[in-house]
């Protein structure tokens, strides 16, 4: 049995805007305690606080512009996956694979920041090695999948 989960295009998107949505905020707030900062230091240059909000905001847009456009084909990097076998999970993220042996799998935690937001799937192996990734990373059916064939193995 081998089967790998790919993230599809609309869910990298949406992995995207998730990873962002922390990054925006704080930018925002930044943005707003330096807008506080200029009223009162009116020698701060505006220019500058849109410099700054343009590279938050530009170099994210830009990256996911550059996947949906060009990383298509067979030369296609895989961005997130999942490959299940026998003998192995591993994790690949943007063509580099995280293996762990189904013998050293020692189980998997999900944990929950900022009211469930932001999820975080731990794979724990006997030997201290752990495989970490964004719950968000796959659609609901592979997570789903993916979870299930986790506590499978965990009760092997």
Request: one cysteine or more; a positive charge.
């Amino acid at each position: 049995m081998q089967k790998v989960y790919q993230q599809s295009r609309w869910q990298n998107i949406i992995y995207r805007i998730n990873q962002s949505v922390l990054l925006s905020m704080s930018v925002i707030i930044g943005f707003i305690a330096a807008a506080l900062l200029s009223v009162k230091q009116p020698d701060l240059n505006q220019t500058t606080l849109y410099i700054y909000a343009g590279i938050y905001i530009g170099i994210p847009a830009l990256l996911v512009i550059w996947l949906v456009v060009f990383n298509t084909s067979k030369g296609k990097v895989i961005e997130h996956g999942i490959e299940v076998s026998d003998c192995a999970i591993s994790y690949i993220n943007y063509g580099e694979k995280e293996m762990m042996s189904w013998q050293n799998y020692h189980g998997f935690e999900v944990l929950s920041t900022f009211l469930g937001l932001f999820r975080t799937v731990i794979l724990k192996g006997r030997d201290q090695q752990r495989i970490t990734f964004n719950y968000y990373a796959f659609s609901s059916i592979q997570r789903r999948e993916i979870i299930d064939t986790l506590r499978m193995k965990t009760h092997e």
